[in-house]
């Protein structure tokens, strides 16, 4: 009863109710506390009968430990507790004696007795606790009884006991590596623990201290395989990690095989002609043999595998859905891979740093499966939110996923991200400019010229970074940009940045001959600010002057010596030796060295374009998902991803005889868990898997194998994994079928076809398949191949003479017939009458032709701008006339009509104030000052969209209310036809060749044969007028572009299977894509 007054004395001091107080609370520092009675109280609390002042002690005890002070002099009071009944206080005993059990050995050794009789103690967690505390004492003299306690605890019936004993086994290794054999022997004890518990942890163990010795895991690889659903999430990342080597080791690529299995059945065509020749078999004998001589059959252990990772791409865990996209992306089959894309993109909705790790690996991923990211390419787009690091790497993505189709959209993007705050983004998105300009040819001069219009920024980073890519970009084809340079020696006053200046030199330096009179004068100014330059200029300044003097020796040898000379006394020493050398190099001596007489050809020797590529390519070799990827370089304890085998390891070595109660159990779960799953998951991905899953002869080869080994586990697997493949190629797989296969399972399978087509028909899941599909050109090719057959036969209807013409007299109404988003056709109304004469002239096919370009189209199509209810009673529609504009040439005329269908008059309609993006101008049309209830007016006003599609926001005013509208006009709307006759065209287009030429492969349906349809529909999508062509099968139009009036030139090569073969050629590169994109889109209607 004494210890509770002692406590609140010794606890004491005399402060006050608002002072701190000083003294032995351990918790305020004990600043005026004397030596001999610090922790006192803690001490006599710690003695006391009482479980609740013991617990409070320890609490107390272990903060002081949280919070960094030394509480090491009570370690006697604190292990005299360990053998306290009260299971919280006995907790807090061990966190303390793990925390100073190693700098008091001595006394730690007093308490062993304790603890290994608290291995015998009943309560699980108190066995637990004690080998926790018995492992975490580093001390070696109890190295055998701690290998004593983990032998008896690897025994143990609890499971947490067991896997605590697992935790414990690394401990003992970093202690003593010389027990790593009796510890292996522990490890393969714990491997064939049935419990989920175990699993994770042991494949820890295994991998801390043997991950060479894989004998270990094939009598469990099933095993782990099947538990993998059931463990926990930190045991499924170890697991997934583990046996993601483990498979490189042990199976086939399946990567290297796709490209056998093409040759496949013309092998087992000759397979069976040798059979013949040899004598008269029987069938059934070829048939046996047949899968024996196939090149790659995926082992079923292998497909196992796959199919058990899968269902984890939908877990909570970030980090479990990265290791099973890292296992498919090392293991699967090229076409299976696409199924990790959507898992990965969720995880970009996670937080900051789960995203930093993800693009790291998205961005290694989308170099080398590109088509696998392509559907999602908005998901990468940047947030003003995002910080520096995750904008740098959706950049990389984007770059990465840029190509020929949504290069515009890309570089959308690009122009927007040039504008943010962020000047280290900023520099990066330049370089990602600069590589998509490399990458993809024909947008290479509408990159340039973003970029030198950057030039004129008022931010110097943002000009510095734009000369660097300039330069990159102009050692392609400076013969062209002779301009470029001059504009770039202009700056040299201007830029400051040691990295721009110095490119700015080398520019001028190998390419001085196309800039005569300019380079002479920079190398003056250069030769004035010498001294004061950075050493990197420096440098570039001796290249300069060398290039001048070889190839301009009378106004620049003066001025060279100069340079020379100043370089021969600078202080640092890479340039004294750079002018000594260039100096023996370039002025004749009286030696005359060899060297000498090759100056020119050292100097000005032609040098390869640079590559621009990413900082990921290279970055695969690692494994995906690890920190040694994360950080490119090799780290601690990491283990190099093993390369594939030349020939399949023995697969009977992970055969188990497993007990017949269990082969059902399992069985029955299995059907009963993943069969639904699968089947839902397998018509998702439609194509994707089955792209690449095995031909019905090779999963039988499977089974045969698998039941011949005697495992009765993996039969069932095999099995399976049939049912499922013949599901997938009732998907309409039939592109994978091979020769072999008899004529019926052909007829049953086209039978299923549509029935599987038909299933998985939401976004998602066209979404996905597509993006997997992708990924296979073989797979997809011949499904096309077959599909466009059947398409065909489906349009043509059974009296095929008369539809084609009700189809065209259906066409010309234009009212009924034109979707909402082509616009209709509107040739110009004057037409000389020589040309009228040329075209009646010419023998066409088409009599229609001339008629129809002549005549102004009867109706046009209108589009809502703002509708009556959004309007109040106002609605607006307008119509591009396709006439020219009366104010300006260069603008598109827009027709506006006004309706008011309200009660009362609105008064004083007109257009707003507008703010347009830069380029971008409008002419209003004039003021309408009523508009009274049912009455309509139509206006006229013209957009300048210079040459673009961005569209035109502005507002529409009445004297009371403003409406917020927008005009954005498809790219055919924003040129006007040009008449020209067959040798204009072509030499026209002789000169728009290369980077300026687009073409596009098609097919034209049978309602898009006839000349009349063509031509009415490639007028219709775009205002482009006919050239007149004496080929029957070729079709060409042209016009130019409102604004900068470039050229469009089009040509239509029809041949009479339907195959056709379009071409653009425009100096402006953007609008000639979309344009081809509409075209396309229009004739394959």
């Known amino acids: 009863m004494s210890a509770a007054p002692a406590y609140s004395e010794d606890k004491g001091g005399s402060a006050g109710p608002g002072e701190p107080e000083y003294g032995h609370d351990p918790a305020s520092g004990g600043i005026f506390s004397s030596d001999y009675k610090r922790h006192d109280d803690l001490k006599e609390m710690l003695d006391t009968n009482k479980d609740s002042l013991k617990l409070e002690a320890m609490k107390r005890i272990v903060a002081m430990i949280a919070r960094g002070k030394n509480a090491s002099d009570l370690f006697p009071a604190v292990v005299k507790n360990v053998a306290c009944k009260n299971i919280e206080v006995k907790k807090l005993v061990y966190v303390y004696l793990v925390r100073y059990a190693e700098e008091q050995q001595d006394l730690a050794l007093l308490s062993i007795s304790t603890f290994q009789r608290g291995l015998k103690d009943p309560n699980q967690l108190i ?281 515009p959209t890309v570089l959308r993007e690009f122009q927007t991200y040039i504008r943010s705050m962020d000047k280290d983004f900023v520099a990066a998105t330049i370089q990602a400019i600069g590589r998509c300009a490399t990458n993809i040819g024909r947008v290479r001069d509408t990159c340039l010229s973003g970029l030198v219009q950057l030039l004129s920024n008022r931010d110097e980073l943002v000009v510095a970074e734009s000369v660097v890519v300039i330069k990159k970009l102009l050692q392609m084809q400076p013969a062209q940009h002779g301009e470029i340079i001059k504009h770039l020696a202009k700056l040299t006053d201007n830029i400051q940045v040691p990295m721009a200046r110095a490119s700015i030199l080398w520019l001028i330096g190998e390419y001085c001959e196309h800039v005569p009179r300019i380079a002479p004068d920079v190398l003056r100014k250069m030769a ?172 039988e080869s499977d089974s045969k194998s698998s039941s011949e080994s005697g495992s009765g586990e993996s039969s069932s697997e095999s099995d399976n994994e049939d049912q499922e493949e013949d599901e997938e190629k009732g998907g309409g797989s039939e592109s994978e079928q091979s020769e072999e296969e008899g004529e019926k399972r052909k007829m049953k399978k086209r039978k299923k076809a549509p029935a599987g087509r038909g299933e998985g028909s939401s976004s998602d899941e066209d979404s996905e398949s597509s993006s997997s599909s992708s990924e296979s050109e073989e797979t997809s090719e011949s499904e096309e191949e077959q599909a466009e057959p059947a398409s065909w036969k489906r349009k043509t209807p059974p009296s095929s003479k008369s539809s084609p013409a009700a189809k065209e007299v259906s066409l010309l109404d234009l009212e009924d017939f034109t979707p909402p988003s082509v616009q209709p056709v509107s040739p110009p109304t004057v037409v000389s009458a020589s040309l009228a004469a040329d075209l009646e002239g010419l023998t066409l096919t088409d009599t229609s032709l001339v008629p129809s370009l002549l005549s102004p189209v009867s109706g046009v199509r209108r589009q809502e701008l703002l509708h009556r209810v959004a309007g109040e009673g106002l609605a607006v529609d307008y119509a591009f006339s396709r006439q020219p504009f009366s104010g300006d040439p260069h603008m598109v005329s827009v027709h506006i009509y006004f309706s008011n269908s309200s009660d009362t008059p609105i008064k004083g309609l007109h257009v707003g104030t507008p703010k347009l993006p830069a380029g971008l101008s409008i002419q209003e049309f004039p003021e309408i000052e009523s508009l009274a209830p049912g009455e309509t007016a139509t206006a006229v006003m013209g957009i300048n969209f210079c040459d673009s599609t961005q569209a035109a926001n502005f507002q529409l005013c009445t004297q009371t209310r403003q409406f917020y509208v927008s005009i954005q006009p498809p790219v055919g709307e924003l040129m006007a036809p040009v008449f020209m006759s067959e040798n204009e065209f072509k030499k026209e287009q002789g000169k728009l060749t290369g980077m300026n030429e687009i073409s596009e492969k098609l097919v034209l349906p049978d309602a898009c044969r006839s000349d009349h349809v063509v031509v009415q529909k490639v007028t219709t999508t775009a205002n482009l007028g006919r050239v007149p062509c004496g080929a029957a099968e070729e079709y060409r139009f042209a016009g130019k572009t409102l604004t900068s009036g470039s050229l469009v030139l089009l040509t239509l090569d029809a041949r009479p299977a339907g195959a056709a073969q379009l071409t653009v050629h425009s100096e402006k590169m953007v609008i000639g894509t979309m344009l081809v994109k509409d075209v396309v889109q229009a004739l394959s209607r």
């Open 127 to 407: 066995r637990a606790s004690a080998l926790r505390v018995l492992s975490s004492i580093r001390v070696p003299i109890i190295v055998p009884i701690m290998m004593l306690a983990i032998k008896e605890a690897a025994s143990d019936m609890s499971p947490y006991v067991r896997k605590t004993a697992a935790h414990a086994i690394p401990k003992l290794y970093s202690l003593d590596s010389d027990q790593k054999d009796q510890l292996i022997e522990v490890i393969e004890k714990l491997l064939a623990d049935k419990t989920t518990l175990v699993a994770g942890s042991v494949v820890m163990a295994f991998e801390e201290v043997c991950p060479e010795r894989i004998d270990l895991i094939h009598k469990n690889y099933r095993k782990l395989c099947n538990l993998l659903i059931d463990v926990e999430e930190w045991g499924q990342v170890v697991i997934i990690s583990m046996l993601t080597r483990y498979a490189r080791t042990q199976f086939l690529s399946p990567t290297q095989n796709e490209s056998l299995l093409e040759e496949s059945p013309e092998k087992a065509f000759y397979g069976s002609e040798e059979d013949e020749a040899k004598g008269p078999g029987s069938e059934e004998a070829a048939a046996a043999a047949l899968p024996a001589r196939k090149p790659y059959v995926m082992d079923p252990d292998h497909r196992l595998l796959l199919r058990n990772t899968k269902p984890l791409l939908q877990s909570r865990s970030a980090a479990v859905v990265m290791a099973v996209a890292q296992l498919y992306f090392h293991l699967a089959p090229k076409a299976e891979v696409g199924v990790i894309a959507k898992a990965l993109v969720r995880l970009l909705r996670s937080h900051s740093e789960v995203q930093y790790v993800v693009l790291q690996n998205v961005a290694t991923m989308s170099i080398k499966r590109r088509g696998m990211f392509e559907p999602y390419l908005k998901s990468f787009y940047i947030r003003s939110t995002d910080p520096t690091q995750i904008k740098i790497l959706k950049l990389e993505v984007l770059t990465n996923l840029a190509n020929e189709t949504n290069i």
């Open 528 to 699: 004035k600010s010498f001294t004061a330059e950075e050493d990197i200029v420096k440098l570039q300044v001796i290249n300069l002057a060398a290039k001048l003097y070889l190839t301009n020796s009378k106004q620049t040898k003066l001025l060279t010596q100069y340079v020379l000379s100043l370089a021969k006394y600078d202080q640092n020493y890479d340039i004294r030796d750079r002018a000594r050398f260039t100096r023996q190099l370039i002025v004749p001596s009286e030696q005359g060295g060899t060297l000498s007489r090759h100056a020119k050809k050292l100097f000005l020797a032609p040098k390869p374009a640079p590559v621009l590529e990413s900082s990921f390519k290279d970055r695969d070799h690692f494994q995906l998902g690890s920190l040694s990827h994360l950080l490119n370089a090799k780290a601690t304890g990491y283990q190099e991803l093993p390369d594939w085998p030349e020939e399949a390891p023995d697969p009977s070595v992970r055969n188990v005889e497993v007990p017949e109660w269990t082969k059902c159990s399992n069985r029955e779960k299995r059907k009963e868990k993943e069969k639904p799953f699968y089947s839902d998951s397998e018509g998702e991905s439609g194509p994707t898997e089955s792209a690449d899953s095995e031909p019905a002869s090779e999963s």
